[in-house]
């Protein structure tokens, strides 16, 4: 890691990254890692091999290669920009789920990490080790009245529910404004959701106008100071609120959005890999304190690669989606389904409401609902693959269950792995628990 307390703030403001992608994706990769790093400066690289001439002439902080399969001995290409670019800058990759395997391979070349698109701010900090200084937004605002120690706390809890949902923000908002303004009550209104804080605003006496990007998204009013009429003053610092609650909402869109993208499965339109990590770590911290079991499936479709062999890209793409959306279909709402990567799937079955019927339990009702699945899955329809597809595929697929098989999801998912690698060599077209 770079010792950051040695560099000086001037320094600091022109650290430089160079990103290695296929032109059609830097200009969107570079305004992504912008978002993250406002300070930095970026250079982009078709080829690793210009890339290793760029570094080898300027320092640089870091480099962030995308996974090119065109590359025969990735490790090696790698070994070359972790050689140009000296020991201390930080050498991260960046891939698809579908690209993993090639880039985990690649790691051995000397890269630092990897991560998987689209890149996730929290997890780009950790690989470049860098802490992100707070800011509310990239805008600097002119001078506005001073605000109170009371403002700033209540801004800081409004702030902490960008994540959150919408309403929430606006909420707090509405709360902010109450406070900072020194009124009887103050109304958020944003895109047809409302919230009050204080007295209900019946006969506005003071209001702004909020503006997003697209123009105005929603309206501050007040009711009637608590100590005497408004100042100039008043109006100015509400106008400043109005801004700030414009880009606050702003941003909450955008990280909502980002962090979909960032848990989505673009293909499938499933869950990816990356959230199954998270929501199993947590329903297994439920499950251990509430007693219940989790069974967690792996599967994949047998003889995946003749059908784009045989079919075409677009005819697998449609086997992945149609084979997710299916099974989707056979499950409960709290069971999770996923795209782990490539043709594999990963299904998370969990009872928080007790068994699915009387009587069952792990892993006996998960496979009645997997025969219906393989049933419905002989009669249906592949359109890209003709009237030859139906009934044509088959999957094979392992099965883990907590507390009896592992005891972390990491566990889990290895043990449902190798099960499914095990139904593979007998044969394919089976589900197989671990042991058997």
């Not at 996730?120 to 506005?144: H, I, S």
């Not at 959150?164 to 958020?188: D, F, N, S, Y």
């Not at 068994?355 to 006996?364: E, N, Q």
């Not at 139904?423 to 394919?428: E, H, L, M, S, Y």
């Amino acid at each position: 890691m770079i010792n950051r307390t040695s560099k000086s703030e001037d320094t600091l403001s022109r650290d430089r990254m160079v990103v290695i992608a296929p032109p059609a994706q830097q200009g969107a990769l570079v305004n992504r890692l912008r978002e993250f790093y406002p300070d930095w400066s970026f250079s982009t690289a078709d080829t690793y091999l210009s890339a290793i001439a760029d570094v080898a002439r300027r320092p640089v902080r870091a480099v962030l290669a995308c996974a090119d399969p065109a590359i025969g001995r990735p490790e090696q290409a790698v070994a070359g920009l972790r050689s140009a670019a000296g020991e201390e800058a930080k050498l991260i990759l960046c891939c698809t789920p579908e690209s993993e395997s090639v880039t985990r391979r690649a790691l051995t070349g000397g890269a630092d990490d990897y991560l998987l698109l689209p890149l996730d701010g929290d997890e780009m900090d950790a690989a470049v080790g860098y802490v992100r200084p707070a800011a509310l937004t990239e805008q600097t605002f002119a001078p506005a009245p001073a605000v109170s120690t009371a403002e700033l706390t209540q801004l800081a809890a409004t702030l902490a529910q960008l994540d959150a949902r919408p309403m929430a923000l606006v909420e707090e908002l509405a709360k902010l404004i109450h406070l900072a303004m020194g009124t009887r009550g103050a109304t958020v209104i944003v895109e047809g959701a409302v919230a009050t804080s204080g007295d209900v605003v019946t006969k506005p006496v003071l209001s702004a106008p909020i503006e997003g990007t697209d123009g105005i998204i929603g309206q501050l009013t007040l009711t009637e100071r608590i100590d005497g009429p408004f100042t100039p003053g008043d109006t100015e610092k509400l106008e400043h609120y109005a801004t700030l609650a414009g880009h606050l909402l702003q941003a909450a869109v955008g990280q909502r959005e980002w962090r979909r993208l960032a848990l989505t499965d673009e293909c499938t339109g499933l869950p990816n890999r990356r959230y199954l990590q998270r929501e199993l770590d947590r329903i297994l911290a439920r499950a251990a304190q509430e007693r219940f079991q989790v069974t967690i499936l792996l599967f994949d479709v047998d003889d995946f690669k003749q059908y784009n062999d045989e079919y075409g890209h677009d005819a697998g793409d449609e086997v992945l989606r149609e084979t997710g959306k299916l099974f989707r279909e056979h499950c409960r709402e709290q069971d999770i389904v996923t795209r782990y990567g490539g043709d594999e799937f990963a299904v998370v079955f969990w009872d928080p409401q007790g068994p699915r019927s009387v009587g069952s339990k792990h892993p006996a009702g998960v496979l009645a609902v997997l025969d219906r699945f393989k049933s419905a899955l002989q009669s249906h329809r592949f359109p890209k693959l003709g009237p030859s597809g139906v009934g044509l595929l088959t999957i094979s697929g392992g099965l883990a269950t907590y507390p009896w098989n592992a005891s972390t999801g990491a566990d889990l998912v290895t043990q449902a792995d190798q099960a499914l690698l095990t139904a593979k060599r007998n044969g394919k077209n089976r589900i197989l628990l671990v042991g058997e």
